[in-house]
C-alpha cells in the first residue's frame, strides 16, 4: 500500500489588476478583450473569462451566446451553463471603483513543499508506445498507460509501429502501474493481461470509479485509488500525485517527483487542472496530435468542407495551447506522446484519407522560439536524468510483428450478433432520464443500415421499442434528439459488455445526427463512465494478446488467464 507524503499547494505567484471602464460597455453581453461582460440596467451581472471549461478554448461570443471553436460547445449567456449539460461556468470576482470595474487574477502554480532540495541520483525513462511510459528511480519502477500490442476502441484505434519484446518485461517486471482514464489506449486490458493479478494498480479517484471498476472486474486484487493533488511515496526520492482534468469528464495528468527532478505527464487529458500547474519542470510529456475524437468527421450535421476547417483549427488550437502552457510553465525538455496511432482497417479509409494530425516535427519548429528543448520519442534509446542532466542510453531489442485488423474486426462479427432483445433490457435498465430521443440503427462496415428495424429510446419517459426507419422524426419539440448509424456487432459488443459509448464514438464506429447540434454531455458523461462495467469488463473476443503469444516469450504463455 502506498502512502501519502503531503499534497502539492496551489500557490499564487503573480497578481494582475485588470481595469476595464464602465463607458466602454453596452448593454448586454460585452466581448471584451480576455472577458465576457455582461450589463443589465447598467449594473454589471457578471465576468467570466474566455476560457472554454471542455478543453481550454477560446471561447467566441456570436449572436448572444459564446462558441468554443475546437468542439463548437455552445455557453448560454444568460444562464451560463453549456448547452447540452448541466456544466456552469463560474463567475469571476469584481469591484466597480471610480466608474471602472476592477478584476483581481492571480497566476497560480503548484507547488511540492516535500521535494528533495537537491537534484541529485538518476531518474530513468523509456518511451514505449503511445502513452506508455516506463520510469525507475532507487531500484522502484512504474509503467504508465500501458497498450502495448493489439486494437484499441473496438479495433478502431492500432498503434503506429509495433512495440519492442523488451516493453513486454518491463510491464511484466515493474513495481506499480498507473492507468489515467477508462479509455482503452489507457486502460488496455488486453495488454494488462499479462500481468499478475496482485500487481498494485493506482489509479484517479473519480466519483465513478470509472477506472477503479474496470481493474477489478479484470480481476486485479491491489487497486489503490488515489486522491488527486495528494503526494504518495512510491520509494525513496520517488513521489506520484495525480491531477484531474479540467473539464467533467474522468480524465487525469500525473505529476513525479524523483530524487528532486520534477516531472509531469499531462497525457490527453483537458485543461489539466485547470491549468494550474508546476513551473520549472525537468520534463513536459503532453499529447500533441489531435485527431483522438469521433468528433466531427463522425458526425453528419457538418459538410466535408466544415469538417475540413474544424479539424484544421483543432489542430492549430492543440499546438498554440501546448506552445502557450510550456512558455508558461518553462519546463527545461518538453516529450509528445500519445498520439502514435492510426486508422489502419480499409473500412476506416474515410477516417484515414481525412482525420489529420500534428506531426512532431511541427513542434520543433514551434519549439525554437523557447528555451525548451524538444525530446523525439524512440522505442529504443533510454533517456535519463543524472543530478539534472538529461542522458541517452541505446537499447537493443525485437520488435512484435504487426497486427491482422481484419482478423480481429471477423472476430467481431462472429461473436457478436444483434440482438434486440438484449438490446432492449439494456436501455431499459440504464436508468438515465432526460428530454432525449435516440435512434439507434445497426449497420454494415460503410455505415448502410442492415435492415428497416430501429431502436427508439425516449428516455424521458423510458420508453424503448423496435420502430422502422421511415418512423424516423428528426425535430421534436422540446427534445433533443439523437440518430446514430452503428456498425452492429460493435454496438452489441458494448451492449454484452457495458462498455463506454466513447468506444464507439471516439473509435470511428458510428456516424451520428444530433438535433439541436450541440454535445450532449450528460448523456456521454452517463453512458461513458457510469452505466458501465456492472457486469462484465472490456475484452477483445480475440485474445488480443494471440499473436504475441505466437511470437515472443515462453513466460508470456504462462502469464495469460
Given at each position: 500500500m502506498i502512502?501519502?507524503?503531503?499534497?502539492?499547494?496551489?500557490?499564487?505567484?503573480?497578481?494582475?489588476?485588470?481595469?476595464?471602464?464602465?463607458?466602454?460597455?453596452?448593454?448586454?453581453?460585452?466581448?471584451?478583450?480576455?472577458?465576457?461582460?455582461?450589463?443589465?440596467?447598467?449594473?454589471?451581472?457578471?465576468?467570466?473569462?474566455?476560457?472554454?471549461?471542455?478543453?481550454?478554448?477560446?471561447?467566441?461570443?456570436?449572436?448572444?451566446?459564446?462558441?468554443?471553436?475546437?468542439?463548437?460547445?455552445?455557453?448560454?449567456?444568460?444562464?451560463?451553463?453549456?448547452?447540452?449539460?448541466?456544466?456552469?461556468?463560474?463567475?469571476?470576482?469584481?469591484?466597480?471603483?471610480?466608474?471602472?470595474?476592477?478584476?483581481?487574477?492571480?497566476?497560480?502554480?503548484?507547488?511540492?513543499?516535500?521535494?528533495?532540495?537537491?537534484?541529485?541520483?538518476?531518474?530513468?525513462?523509456?518511451?514505449?508506445?503511445?502513452?506508455?511510459?516506463?520510469?525507475?528511480?532507487?531500484?522502484?519502477?512504474?509503467?504508465?498507460?500501458?497498450?502495448?500490442?493489439?486494437?484499441?476502441?473496438?479495433?478502431?484505434?492500432?498503434?503506429?509501429?509495433?512495440?519492442?519484446?523488451?516493453s513486454l518485461e518491463l510491464l511484466k517486471n515493474c513495481d506499480y502501474i498507473f492507468i489515467s482514464h477508462n479509455?482503452?489506449?489507457?486502460?488496455?486490458?488486453?495488454?494488462?493481461?499479462?500481468?499478475?493479478?496482485?500487481?498494485?494498480?493506482?489509479?484517479?479517484?473519480?466519483?465513478?470509479?470509472?477506472?477503479?471498476?474496470?481493474?477489478?472486474?479484470?480481476?486485479?486484487?491491489?487497486?489503490?485509488?488515489?486522491?488527486?493533488?495528494?503526494?504518495?511515496?512510491?520509494?525513496d526520492s520517488f513521489n506520484i500525485s495525480i491531477l484531474k482534468s479540467g473539464d467533467f469528464r474522468d480524465d487525469s495528468g500525473v505529476y513525479i517527483e524523483a530524487n528532486g527532478h520534477e516531472f509531469l505527464f499531462s497525457v490527453d487529458a483537458n485543461f489539466l487542472n485547470s491549468w494550474v500547474l508546476p513551473r520549472n519542470l525537468d520534463l513536459f510529456a503532453s499529447a500533441y496530435a489531435s485527431g483522438a475524437s469521433g468528433f466531427p468527421l463522425c458526425y453528419h450535421n457538418y459538410t466535408e468542407e466544415e469538417k475540413a476547417v474544424i479539424i484544421g483549427r483543432t489542430k492549430n488550437v492543440v499546438r498554440g495551447n501546448l506552445f502557450k502552457i510550456c512558455g508558461e510553465l518553462q519546463p527545461k525538455y518538453f516529450l509528445p506522446y500519445a498520439g502514435m496511432f492510426k486508422e489502419y482497417s480499409e473500412r476506416d479509409n474515410y477516417i484515414k484519407l481525412n482525420n489529420f494530425k500534428n506531426q512532431i516535427d511541427d513542434y520543433l519548429v514551434d519549439f525554437q522560439k523557447l528555451s525548451t528543448k524538444v525530446i523525439i520519442p524512440d522505442k529504443l534509446k533510454e533517456f535519463y536524468f543524472e543530478n539534472g542532466v538529461l542522458g541517452w542510453n541505446l537499447q537493443e531489442s525485437d520488435f512484435l510483428k504487426s497486427e491482422n485488423t481484419e482478423l480481429y474486426i471477423n472476430q467481431y462479427k462472429e461473436a457478436y450478433v444483434w440482438d434486440e432483445l438484449e438490446i432492449r433490457r439494456y436501455f431499459e435498465n440504464c436508468t438515465y432520464s432526460e428530454n432525449q430521443v435516440l435512434y439507434i440503427i445497426p449497420t454494415d462496415d460503410d455505415f448502410i443500415p442492415c435492415n428497416e428495424n430501429v431502436v427508439y429510446v425516449n428516455f424521458s419517459s423510458s420508453e424503448v421499442r423496435i420502430v422502422q426507419t421511415d418512423d424516423i422524426r428528426m425535430e421534436l419539440d422540446s427534445y433533443r434528439v439523437m440518430i446514430i448509424h452503428v456498425r452492429s456487432e460493435i454496438f452489441m459488443a458494448v451492449v454484452k459488455n457495458m462498455l463506454p459509448w466513447e468506444d464507439f464514438l471516439i473509435g470511428f464506429q458510428c456516424r451520428i445526427y444530433r438535433y439541436p447540434n450541440v454535445y450532449e454531455d450528460s448523456f456521454w458523461f452517463h453512458f461513458t463512465n457510469e452505466y458501465v462495467s456492472k457486469e462484465n469488463f472490456r475484452y477483445s473476443p480475440l485474445c488480443g494478446s494471440c499473436s504475441v503469444i505466437n511470437q515472443n516469450p515462453v513466460w508470456y504463455k504462462s502469464k495469460i488467464k
Open positions: 502512502a501519502s507524503v503531503g499534497k502539492l499547494e496551489r500557490k499564487a505567484f503573480k497578481e494582475e489588476i485588470i481595469i476595464v471602464p464602465l463607458n466602454v460597455l453596452k448593454q448586454g453581453v460585452n466581448d471584451y478583450k480576455e472577458f465576457i461582460i455582461k450589463l443589465v440596467d447598467h449594473e454589471v451581472e457578471y465576468v467570466i473569462d474566455k476560457v472554454c471549461d471542455h478543453a481550454g478554448g477560446r471561447l467566441v461570443v456570436k449572436n448572444g451566446k459564446a462558441v468554443c471553436p475546437m468542439h463548437n460547445w455552445t455557453l448560454d449567456l444568460d444562464l451560463l451553463t453549456y448547452e447540452g449539460g448541466n456544466n456552469k461556468k463560474k463567475k469571476l470576482d469584481f469591484e466597480e471603483v471610480d466608474g471602472a470595474i476592477r478584476i483581481k487574477r492571480f497566476n497560480y502554480e503548484l507547488v511540492n513543499n516535500c521535494i528533495q532540495k537537491e537534484k541529485s541520483g538518476i531518474v530513468k525513462f523509456q518511451w514505449l508506445n503511445h502513452a506508455s511510459i516506463y520510469i525507475e528511480c532507487n531500484g522502484i519502477s512504474i509503467m504508465l498507460d500501458p497498450w502495448l500490442f493489439g486494437p484499441s476502441f473496438l479495433t478502431g484505434w492500432w498503434l503506429a509501429e509495433p512495440s519492442t519484446v523488451n479509455h482503452p489506449d489507457h486502460c488496455h486490458l488486453e495488454t494488462l493481461s499479462i500481468v499478475d493479478r496482485d500487481k498494485c494498480i493506482i489509479v484517479p479517484k473519480f466519483t465513478s470509479n470509472s477506472v477503479r471498476n474496470f481493474c477489478e472486474k479484470a480481476g486485479f486484487t491491489n487497486v489503490v485509488t488515489a486522491e488527486f493533488l495528494t503526494l504518495y511515496k512510491l520509494g
